[in-house]
C-alpha cells in the first residue's frame, strides 16, 4: 500500500515531502485549498490532486475517506490541526502532521483514547520538529533512566519556510513554555540563556517554546525540561525587550501584520539547504548530579522533515500499529533519527 494524502502539499515543506514520497516510490495525493498551485504541482509531478479547504467538516471526512493515511503540513497547525484530525478520525484515516506547537501536541494527546478506540495512529511532530529532539531524550534517559532534568538545544542554518516564520510569531504572544516539576510552565520570553560547544567554538542560546517541553516529558517521563536555540547574544537581548509587547503582541492586528510580513520571506532555496546542517544537544541529570550527554550532527532540518515524516509514513503503509498517541521515539524508536540520511553522533 503505497497511496496517502498530503494536505498543505503546495506549501514549501510539503512539497519537499511529496518530492521525497515520489522518491521513495509512494503515492501520495496533493492536497489543499489552492486550486491552481495544486494542479500545476500535479502536473509537474505526474502526481493526482485535490482542492477544499477545512471549513465543512462532514465535506473534509469524505475527502479523507479511503485513505490510510493523511499527512497535515499546512501550517499554523493552530487552525487546520483539529479540522484534520476530526476528520482523519471520523474516515478512520492515521493522523500524521509536522508541527513544533506545543498546544497541538497537546490537542492531539487528548484525542489518544479516540485514536485507540478507531485503530488509528495519532502522530503529531514527523519532522526536525520534533524528531531529532524527541530521539535524543530517549537515548539520553535510557542511558540515565533516573533523570529529573533534562536540557534539549538545536542549531538549524538556512533560514524559516513562510510556515514556519508565521507560526513563530503566534508563539511571541504566548511567551515562553517549559516543564517544570512534571507542570507546563508558562516563562519569559528567552527566560534563559547559556552556552553550547559546537566543534570547539561557543555558541549562545536561549529558552524557547519547542515541542518537547511537551512531547519529550511523553517520551520520558523526565519532569524538568528546558529547550534551547542558538542564537547571537543580541538577538536574545532584543527578545527580552518583546517582553513588555507581550500584550500587544496577542492582538488580532498586530498577528496579522507580522504575519503578513513573516509569510512575505520565501524558504531556503535548494543549494542553501544543500550548504546548512544542523546540531542538537542533549543533557540529561539525575537528582545526584550524575549527567548524561549527546550530540548530533544532521543535514538542513527542511531536508531532515521530509526523509524522517516519509519514514513514519512508511512504516505506518506497511506494518501500522495500536492505535493511540504516539511520539516519534515511541513509534519509530529511540535510536529512528540515526537511521536518516546524514545524521550521525559527535564525539561518541
Known amino acids: 500500500m503505497s497511496r496517502f494524502l498530503i494536505y498543505g502539499a503546495n506549501g514549501y515543506t510539503g ?11 509512494l503515492e501520495p495525493v496533493l492536497a489543499g485549498r489552492n486550486a491552481a498551485a495544486l494542479e500545476a504541482m500535479g502536473r509537474e509531478l505526474g502526481l493526482k490532486w485535490r482542492a477544499f479547504d477545512l ?13 490510510p493515511l493523511v499527512l497535515n503540513c499546512a501550517g499554523p497547525f493552530s487552525e487546520t490541526a483539529k479540522p484534520v484530525l476530526d476528520a482523519c478520525l471520523a474516515a478512520r484515516s492515521h493522523y500524521l502532521d509536522i508541527t513544533g506547537e506545543i498546544d497541538v501536541f497537546a490537542l492531539c494527546h ?64 504566548k511567551g515562553g513554555r517549559a516543564r517544570i516539576d512534571g507542570e507546563l510552565a508558562t516563562v519569559p520570553l528567552a527566560w534563559k540563556s547559556r552556552t553550547f560547544r559546537r566543534d570547539g567554538e561557543a555558541r549562545t542560546a536561549m529558552t524557547i517554546p519547542w515541542g518537547d517541553v511537551y512531547t519529550a ?21 532584543r527578545v527580552r525587550r518583546l517582553r513588555l509587547l507581550r500584550p500587544l503582541l496577542g492582538l488580532a492586528p498586530v498577528q496579522s501584520w507580522l504575519k503578513r510580513r513573516a509569510g512575505a520571506r520565501p524558504g531556503p532555496s ?35 522533515t521530509a526523509t524522517a515524516s516519509v519514514g513514519m509514513v512508511r512504516r505506518l503503509l506497511s506494518a501500522g500499529a495500536r492505535g493511540g498517541f504516539y511520539t516519534p521515539s515511541q513509534l519509530m524508536g529511540a535510536d529512528y533519527v540515526m537511521t536518516l540520511p546524514g545524521v550521525r553522533r559527535i564525539g561518541d
Not at 15 to 25: K, P, S, Y
Not at 271 to 293: F, H, L, P, T, Y
Request: with cysteine.
Open 15 to 25: 512539497r519537499l515531502i511529496a518530492t521525497e514520497a515520489l522518491r521513495q516510490d
Open 270 to 304: 535548494a543549494d542553501r539547504r544543500e550548504r546548512s546542517d544542523c546540531r542538537v544537544w542533549g543533557e540529561a541529570r539525575n537528582a545526584r548530579g550524575d549527567e548524561a550527554k549527546l550530540e548530533i550532527a544532521a543535514p538542513n532540518g527542511y531536508a531532515l
Open 55 to 67: 471549513s465543512d467538516p462532514g465535506a473534509v471526512q469524505r475527502e479523507f475517506d479511503g485513505f
Open 217 to 237: 516529558y511523553i517520551s520520558t517521563g523526565i519532569p524538568n525540561i528546558e529547550t534551547y536555540m542558538t542564537v547571537p547574544p543580541a538577538t536574545i537581548a
Open 110 to 173: 487528548r484525542h489518544h483514547d479516540a485514536a485507540a478506540e478507531r485503530g488509528i495512529v495519532v502522530a503529531p511532530g514527523t519532522g526536525f520538529d520534533v524528531v531529532p529532539t524527541d530521539c535524543v531524550a530517549a537515548q539520553l534517559k535510557a542511558r540515565l533512566p533516573d533523570a529529573t532534568h533534562l536540557v534539549l538545544a538545536f542549531e538549524a542554518g538556512g533560514g524559516p519556510s513562510p510556515g514556519t516564520a508565521k507560526t513563530s510569531v503566534e508563539g511571541l504572544a
